[in-house]
């Protein structure tokens, strides 16, 4: 069995022009103890220093669950050098069968200078056949960007959490689909944060008999960690988006005020507070108030329904994974576009 590298490690340094050619040999070596396995491409891009070895541990995680070749990528754009390095190794994993290890192949490389204009030859000809391609790309987006980048891609995965100018990285964001021509599905990972908690307030109109409630809404607070703000508008956008609501006034930046359907005015509250990227949820409908918190334990959500004059009595429910493999592994598992992200997004376009 060749050394496959540690689950951390970037393993065995390789020339750019033998990468595929290593590979095989590293497979040929371990056929008697790994099986390859592969559903996707997913490449993972920083600009971060020490984002290599970062970013190869949570591969290792992801590849537990979803099998693929990575192609993990750190890039230093601002050095004066002009050169690529590049390591290849395999993240394994013991199979159902406790025999053979499952294996996904990772290739690595540490790009000096030329950063946007090298990154498409290098993740383009170390794709794995014709499979479904996803780009993670972390941090801020640059301008211009290669369209031939994006003709290929076919999920673009990106935390929107934490861009300086949000606007304008979207601005740039719609120009690389656009290039695709539309082809692109936009995975938001501050959107995905919010799964749970759309679910969890979603439930208590699921039957129709509660559906009369909605038209009574006339207060949202929704208290947020620091840094969320962006999380918290994109709640904002989803209700608003759902239920065709426009803003009427933006009276501070803690204070925002729609107008529903029936002309019925809507106060939007924003709180800022430690806790979960979006801590808690509170909707009022006529004397009913809805509630969507985080349980002390941090796994669970606590949700609500109490009327005036009742005691509260909150149900559990999950609250799912803020962490990056958590986020990244229900993008990895979806299909079909974000039309209500994009919904969403347009909502509340102007807010953020």
Not at 270 to 294: C, K, M, N, W
Request: aromatic share 8%; hydrophobic share 40%; net charge negative.
């Amino acid at each position: 069995m060749p050394a496959a590298a540690e689950a951390y490690s970037l393993g065995v340094p390789v020339e750019i022009g033998k990468i595929e050619q290593e590979l095989k040999k590293l497979w040929r070596e371990g056929e008697a103890a790994m099986t390859r396995a592969s559903l996707m491409n997913l490449a993972i891009y920083s600009e971060e220093p020490g984002s290599l070895e970062k970013n190869t541990k949570l591969a290792a995680e992801i590849t537990e669950n979803h099998a693929c070749r990575a192609i993990v990528i750190e890039a230093d754009c601002r050095s004066e050098e002009n050169r690529v390095d590049a390591w290849i190794s395999a993240h394994c994993h013991v199979g159902r069968t406790g025999k053979k290890q499952v294996c996904s192949e990772q290739i690595s490389f540490l790009i000096k200078g030329g950063c946007t204009t090298q990154l498409p030859s290098i993740i383009l000809s170390n794709l794995d056949s014709d499979l479904p391609f996803y780009l993670w790309w972390q941090g801020e987006l640059h301008d211009p960007m290669d369209a031939q980048l994006w003709e290929w891609v076919d999920r673009f995965i990106y935390d929107s959490h934490g861009w300086e100018n949000l606007p304008a990285q979207m601005a740039l964001v719609e120009t690389a689909q656009r290039e695709a021509k539309q082809r692109l599905v936009l995975c938001d990972l501050n959107w995905t944060r919010l799964d749970n908690l759309r679910f969890a307030l979603a439930q208590f109109f699921d039957h129709p008999a509660s559906h009369h409630r909605l038209a009574k809404i006339s207060k949202i607070r929704i208290d947020f960690a620091p840094g969320f703000r962006s999380t918290a508008l994109l709640f904002v956008g989803w209700m608003g988006a759902q239920l065709n609501w426009e803003i009427d006034e933006v009276r501070s930046s803690r204070e925002l005020r729609f107008t529903g359907m029936s002309g019925r005015a809507i106060g939007v509250e924003l709180h800022e507070r430690d806790g979960q990227p979006v801590h808690e949820i509170a909707l009022t409908s006529d004397d009913v108030e809805f509630g969507v918190t985080y349980a002390n334990c941090g796994d669970l959500l606590e949700v609500s329904r109490v009327q005036a004059g009742e005691k509260r009595v909150p149900q559990l429910m999950p609250a799912g994974n803020n962490e990056p493999v958590g986020l990244i592994s229900a993008e990895l598992i979806r299909g079909g576009p974000h039309q209500v992200y994009l919904n969403a997004l347009n909502c509340v376009r102007d807010l953020l």
